[in-house]
């Protein structure tokens, strides 16, 4: 497995178990504050068993691309990036 460098620091594995804790609890806590996202255009609710990925795209500015189906939505959350990041932390 490789190690993810950044300048002379070395941060541990990023493993897909704990990608998949951290969106889960990420998605859990602010399923609330997502619910309410549209996007001009997409139909709502169309096939919600497709597989959903989030990608933190900029921690400082919390910024997120959301995937699902053919579909991707960004959004900006600090609190939500920060969360996701404890969590994957404690995984």
Same mark, same amino acid.
């Given at each position: 497995?490789?190690?993810?460098?950044?300048?002379?620091?070395?941060?541990?594995?990023?493993?897909?178990?704990?990608?998949?804790?951290?969106?889960?609890?990420?998605?859990?806590?602010?399923?609330?504050?997502?619910?309410?996202?549209?996007?001009? +255009?997409?139909?709502?609710?169309?096939? =919600?068993?497709?597989?959903?990925?989030?990608? !933190?795209?900029? /921690? &400082?500015? *919390?910024?997120?691309?959301?995937?699902?189906? +053919?579909?991707?939505?960004?959004?900006? =959350?600090?609190?939500?990036?920060?969360?996701? !990041?404890?969590? /994957? &932390?404690? *995984?």
């Amino acid at each position: 497995m490789s190690r993810v460098h950044s300048g002379t620091r070395a941060f541990s594995r990023l493993t897909r178990r704990r990608v998949l804790i951290a969106a889960t609890v990420g998605v859990g806590v602010s399923a609330a504050g997502v619910a309410g996202l549209s996007v001009a +255009g997409e139909k709502g609710g169309s096939n =919600d068993s497709e597989p959903l990925v989030l990608s !933190l795209r900029d /921690a &400082k500015k *919390g910024t997120f691309d959301v995937f699902s189906g +053919g579909s991707r939505v960004t959004l900006t =959350d600090k609190k939500l990036a920060e969360k996701l !990041l404890k969590a /994957a &932390k404690r *995984g």
